[in-house]
Nanobody, 121 residues
Framework: QVHVVESGGGLVQAGGSLRLSCVAS????????MGWYRQAPGKQRELVAR???????NYADSVKGRFTISRDNAKNTAYLQMNSLKPEDTAVYYCNADVITAAAVRVYDNWGQGTQVTVSS
């Protein structure tokens, strides 16, 4: 069983910064991609950023130049540094981990409970 836990959300004024963390734990052999997604009220969940095990990244156009995703493979942890935050960044942010378990089974659908980010104008 794999657990994913996000932290670091909060309330910030427009133009401010937050750093989100995501830790995966449990029966893990290795982790392939890790990603951050967000869901605003009344909207579908959308990709924010993803990072491969070797550090290749991709970002949604709306966050390019403002957000940076990184990871620490030794700690099974991913981070999302969010700068120049805008009110439209307000959402619940979720972390996803594509995991190879200790039983050599690949499990894509590992999600955390989410962390709320609210940006005030």
């Amino acid at each position: 069983q794999v657990h994913v836990v996000e932290s670091g959300g909060g309330l910030v004024q427009a133009g401010g910064s937050l750093r989100l963390s995501c830790v995966a734990s449990g029966s893990i052999f290795s982790i392939n991609d890790m990603g951050w997604y967000r869901q605003a009220p009344g909207k579908q969940r959308e990709l924010v950023a993803r990072i491969t095990r070797t550090g290749t990244t991709n970002y949604a156009d709306s966050v390019k130049g403002r957000f940076t995703i990184s990871r620490d493979n030794a700690k099974n942890t991913a981070y999302l540094q969010m700068n120049s935050l805008k009110p439209e960044d307000t959402a619940v942010y979720y972390c996803n981990a594509d995991v190879i378990t200790a039983a050599a089974v690949r499990v894509y659908d590992n999600w955390g409970q989410g962390t709320q980010v609210t940006v005030s104008s």
